[in-house]
Nanobody, 123 residues
């Protein structure tokens, strides 16, 4: 079992920045990949970014590439999402996820999820 807890969401103006954190506990050594997804009201949950837990591989959705940076601190079992140049369309609940069993871009692949943290970007 893996437990994931997100933090760092909030209200920010367009063009601003936020850093999200995802603290993992439990059998974290099995987390081959961890990811951030987001879900806006009335929309499906979508992939934002992912990172290999052992490798330095990172993956980004086109919509966030160049603005968001995913990183991890293995010693703290924590993953981060640094979000810059935020836009109103980035408004969503952001979820962290761990241990995909298939493709990393689909939420259906992930076994473990956090409870989500709200990010609201005002125009």
């Amino acid at each position: 079992q893996v437990q994931l807890v997100e933090s760092g969401g909030g209200l920010v103006q367009s063009g601003g920045s936020l850093r999200l954190s995802c603290a993992a506990s439990g059998r974290t050594f099995s987390n081959n990949v961890m990811a951030w997804f987001r879900q806006a009201p009335g929309k499906e949950r979508e992939f934002a970014a992912a990172i290999g837990w052992v490798t330095d591989s990172t993956y980004y959705a086109d919509s966030v590439k160049g603005r968001f940076t995913i990183s991890r601190d293995n010693a703290k079992n924590t993953m981060y999402l640094q979000m810059s140049s935020l836009k109103p369309e980035d408004t969503a609940v952001y979820y962290c996820a761990a241990r995909p069993s298939g493709g990393i871009y689909s939420p259906l692949s992930y076994t473990y999820w956090g409870q989500g943290t709200q990010v609201t970007v005002s125009s």
